[in-house]
T-cell receptor, first 116, second 112 residues
């Protein structure tokens, strides 16, 4: 079955530091890959996504590239801010789930804390 | 963007009672909604797929008689935890969407 393995946290960084959160996956077929963010007290929000190999998703300074050869989708940001403190989830969608209704397989989540 | 609203955000109940959690799509119709459960320091695990007008599809290992799902309209799915026990204490979250998955705020259930 499908699975997602992401770097365990917590991760604590100083403001303006470089961020990498590793994510690797196992899936049959050609899944779409996602990063979701959960700010304190809120629901999950889509941060970025990539739907095919070599696609790069980007949003709010975050980037991740779909690497089929290494089955990875690592999240990066060049300069983090205090407001980036949240839990980050890597996820994949099962392409066989019926198309437009996204059923997701999640990683465990990584808590990021950015200190001023 | 599309909004999914989940209620309540927190609930504490006594062991043996039942708790209902609502998930609403506020600005779109959702024929399918998904219910997830998250244990501390664990992944969000898919519990079931809620299908409007028909029975829910449960993942392996999820007790359908304990976690009752009703999807009576195109904008509302409910999850009822029946005869709750302390081991049912968890974070429950729903999602729905057509072009992407939109998530509710989640419900923190504590059974005492």
């Amino acid at each position: 079955g499908n699975s997602v393995t992401q770097m365990e946290g917590p991760v604590t960084l100083s403001e303006e530091a470089f961020l990498t959160i590793n994510c690797t996956y196992t899936a049959t077929g050609y899944p779409s890959l996602f990063w979701y963010v959960q700010y304190p007290g809120e629901g999950l929000q889509l941060l970025l996504k990539a739907t095919k190999a070599d696609d790069k998703g980007s949003n709010k300074g975050f980037e991740a590239t779909y690497r089929k050869e290494t089955t990875s989708f690592h999240l990066e940001k060049g300069s983090v801010q205090v407001s980036d403190s949240a839990v980050y989830f890597c996820a994949l969608s099962d392409q066989g789930s019926g198309g437009s209704n996204y059923k997701l397989t999640f990683g465990k989540g990584t808590l990021l804390t950015v200190n001023p | 963007g599309a909004v999914v609203s989940q209620h309540p955000s927190r609930v504490i109940c006594k062991s043996g009672t039942s708790v209902k959690i609502e998930c609403r799509s506020l600005d779109f119709q959702a024929t399918t909604m998904f219910w997830y459960r998250q244990f501390p320091k664990q992944s969000l695990m898919l519990m079931a797929t809620s299908n409007e007008g028909s029975k829910a599809t449960y993942e392996q290992g999820v007790e359908k008689d304990k976690f009752l799902i009703n999807h009576a309209s195109l904008t509302l799915s409910t999850l009822t935890v029946t005869s709750a026990h302390p081991e049912d204490s968890s974070f429950y979250i729903c999602s729905a969407g057509r072009t992407e998955a939109f998530f509710g705020q989640g419900t923190r259930l504590t059974v005492v």
